[in-house]
């Protein structure tokens, strides 16, 4: 069977594997679901700029109101805008319409409960058994029915919120942000502006079909060299839902989310807010990542791929930041998923007190080197049963030894397998990679199928 859910809800190509009946029938299973207790219940949904966010907006609203589910509708805002609103406006549920990353034919459906927390995999298993015997689902009839309001307002509660999280202004600051076309297009550039910064935005004009196009947090280049010929403190990258946020020093040097996660780890040990000294990473965390922390008296613990996880893991021992090097960073103190806002003030904070050249914070963490190949594959089940991938991951492992680290597994919302190395030769860590992608290629590859 067909799994709907991925590790970041549904998602697929638009009309294709993502249709709006399917958006419908996703909203009334989600309806029922809710439905259960017998109250009325009220959702919330938002989405980024793809020019299919309100056909599916539509489509899903149609089902959760056909389920006697009320709907408000905010519009464009970042996703976790919507975990925010979804909290603290008393909502039972929210939505978020969007492929975060994705290029614009994709699009996705995910799901909050009432506390602003993505749904674990047991209630989105149940939710999708419901979806597989739609028949049973109630039909409400008569004022049974829910209804459906615009409330774009409610984006401003979220903006302001996220104003509120630092108390420092950024006056004399020169920053360029790059938000991918995307959902961040009208928060983070004002947002900065507000708190006092000299803003050049770019990216920041959506059509539609423009989201993550050569731009954001995938597509780094051009903010890079905004940054250098402006003279900028530094760049700020978004992707297309905003829950990522990378950023750019004034040399026009990436920082992913292992160099911002140490940044912030570090002030928040100094201020007292770093709960055991613990940041929680990923399996794809740098190894220069947790040697950096323990230089400065911190510790890591990794989870397997997904902010899902690494949220796990950090409300079962209470700790103070987590994320992923692909810049989701969870701060559980101001938000209850990966903010690319927060990420952003809370980084320019620290900035702004420690007073160095953001280089020079750069600088605290030495990157191994890591190389990521993706390989487009017919079919992600049962990959790791296969004899020949397997022999050429075992002599990788075998020839690298203890200077690195190679990791494969398939994309949790895209038809790939990923290959990861890292290692401190990179000619060796280069051949070892390309040897293993071409077998992956060979035996699972979309063109050899």
């Known amino acids: 069977m067909v799994t709907l859910f991925g590790t970041d809800g549904v998602r697929g190509l638009v009309n294709s594997t993502l249709m709006p009946e399917l958006a419908y029938q996703l909203g009334r299973a989600a309806g029922a679901y809710f439905c259960k207790s017998g109250k009325s219940h009220r959702f919330l949904i938002g989405m980024d ?43 039972d549920a929210g939505v978020v319409i969007s492929a975060s990353h994705n290029p614009f034919p994709d699009n996705g459906i995910k799901f909050f409960d009432k506390r602003g927390y993505k749904l674990p995999d047991r209630t989105e298993e149940e939710i999708e058994n419901i979806l597989r015997h739609d028949e049973e689902i109630i039909r409400p009839t008569g004022d049974g029915i829910g209804t459906i309001r615009q409330r ?105 989310g292992d160099h911002l996660m140490l940044i912030n780890a570090l002030e928040m040990k100094e201020e007292g807010r770093l709960n055991d000294s613990m940041v929680v990473g990923t399996v794809m965390s740098n190894l220069g990542f947790g040697k950096a922390l323990r230089e400065h008296g ?18 079962k021992h209470n700790y103070s930041i987590g994320g992923e090097q692909s810049g989701h ?73 203890s200077d690195g680290r190679i990791l494969v597994r398939a994309s949790g919302t895209e038809p790939l397998i990923r290959v990861m190395g890292e290692g401190k030769e990179i000619n060796q860590l280069e051949r070892i990679i390309d040897d293993i992608a071409s077998v992956i290629e060979h035996e699972l590859g979309v063109e050899n199928n």
């Open 49 to 91: 700029t793809r020019v299919s966010g309100p056909m599916l907006t539509a489509a899903i609203s149609a089902g959760l109101c056909a389920s006697g589910i009320d709907v408000d509708i905010v519009g464009v805002i970042p996703t976790p805008g919507v975990a925010y609103l979804t909290k603290t406006e008393g909502y």
């Open 329 to 401: 960073i969870i701060f559980p103190e101001f938000n209850t998923t990966g903010d690319g806002l927060i990420t952003a003030v809370q980084t320019l904070k620290v900035m702004k007190k420690w007073n160095k050249p953001l280089s020079e914070m750069n600088h605290l963490m030495v990157t191994y080197p890591q190389i990521l190949k993706n390989v487009r594959v017919y079919s992600k089940n049962g990959w790791q049963d296969n004899e020949l991938i397997s022999d050429s991951i075992k002599a990788g492992e075998e020839e690298m030894g």
């Open 152 to 256: 774009p307002e409610l984006a401003a509660k979220y903006r302001d919120y996220v104003k509120s999280t630092v108390t420092c202004s950024f006056e004399g600051m020169k920053i360029v942000t790059d938000s991918a076309n995307g959902a961040a297009s009208d928060f983070l550039p004002e947002i900065l502006r507000e708190l006092g910064a000299d803003v050049t935005a770019i990216f920041r004009e959506p059509n539609g079909v423009n989201i993550n196009n050569g731009c954001g947090s995938t597509h780094m280049e051009t903010l890079q060299k905004t940054v250098v010929e402006l003279g900028a403190d530094c760049g700020i990258a978004n992707d297309g839902d905003a829950d990522r946020c990378l950023f750019v020093d004034e040399k026009g040097e990436v920082l992913d």
């Open 298 to 315: 911190c510790r890591t613990v990794s989870t397997q791929v997904g902010d899902r996880y690494v949220l796990e893991e950090m409300m």
